[in-house]
């Protein structure tokens, strides 16, 4: 098993610009989130998908798109990229389908620069 | 909303020494405490987790002890090691549906050798 992999590692974009971040698990988890960390700062939850089906917005959402295209993949999206923007994303997911678990398994995260 | 607060910042140990952090949460019927190590430039990692209906939990040179009523919970390492340095994460998870985490703010632990 891979566990949680995220595409791209590694990221410049100048001011305005739109990306898309993916993600992907293989543990058969129902719920999946990202986070952004800022440097020296902790995990801060930007969205999350209980479940297939149904997004949430989380602590700070502004500037943010998600989609979770199916029960493995959650994407995040973002519009028009600014400065403050600048931070290492990580996506993470827990649940298993049977038995349910709370604790959350991290991608290795993509680190992104805005000019 | 659930908040959490996490000390110190930062920690320096002498080898073999014990290093202790402190959480506390905000939302009473929080029922999920895990911890997490993350290293420079990895992901975060899980390394022990205590749920509400337990006071401790140990595994090997780390243990988690909660207190409900005071709504606080702490991260022991003993015997610290080299390997033991980098940031700690504590988390709760609150009400909120989708096993929603909040995170405490981290401390980076520096074990001098």
């Known amino acids: 098993n891979a566990g949680v992999t995220q595409t791209p590692k590694f990221q410049v974009l100048k001011t305005g610009q739109s990306m898309t971040l993916q993600c992907a698990q293989d543990?058969?988890?129902?719920?999946m989130y990202w986070y952004r960390q800022d440097p020296g700062m902790g995990l801060r939850l930007i969205y999350y998908?209980?479940?297939?089906?149904?997004?949430d917005k989380g602590e700070v959402p502004n500037g943010y798109n998600v989609s979770r295209l199916n029960k493995r993949e959650f994407s995040l999206r973002l519009e028009s990229a600014a400065p403050s923007q600048t931070s290492v994303y990580f996506c993470?997911?827990?649940?298993?389908?049977?038995?349910?678990?709370?604790?959350?398994?991290f991608g290795p995260g993509t680190r992104l620069t805005v000019l | 909303g659930e908040n959490v607060e996490q000390h110190p910042s930062t920690l320096s140990v002498q080898e073999g020494d014990s290093a202790v952090i402190k959480c506390t949460y905000s939302?009473?019927?929080?029922?999920?405490f895990p911890w997490y190590k993350q290293e420079l430039g990895k992901r975060p990692q899980l390394i022990i987790d205590?749920?509400?209906?337990?006071g401790e939990k140990k595994d090997q040179r780390i243990a988690v002890t909660l207190n409900k009523t005071a709504k606080h919970f702490s991260l022991h390492i003993t015997e610290t090691q080299p390997e033991d340095s980098a940031v700690y994460f504590c988390?709760?998870?609150?009400?909120?549906?989708?096993?929603?985490?909040?995170f405490g703010g981290g401390t980076r632990v520096l074990v001098k050798p």
């Open positions: 998908s209980a479940s297939e089906g149904t997004t």
């Open positions: 939302d009473s019927a929080s029922n999920y």
């Open positions: 988390a709760a998870k609150g009400r909120a549906a989708g096993n929603k985490l909040t």
């Open positions: 205590i749920r509400s209906n337990v």
């Open positions: 543990m058969n988890h129902n719920s």
């Open positions: 993470a997911s827990s649940g298993l389908a049977a038995g349910g678990t709370d604790t959350q398994y």
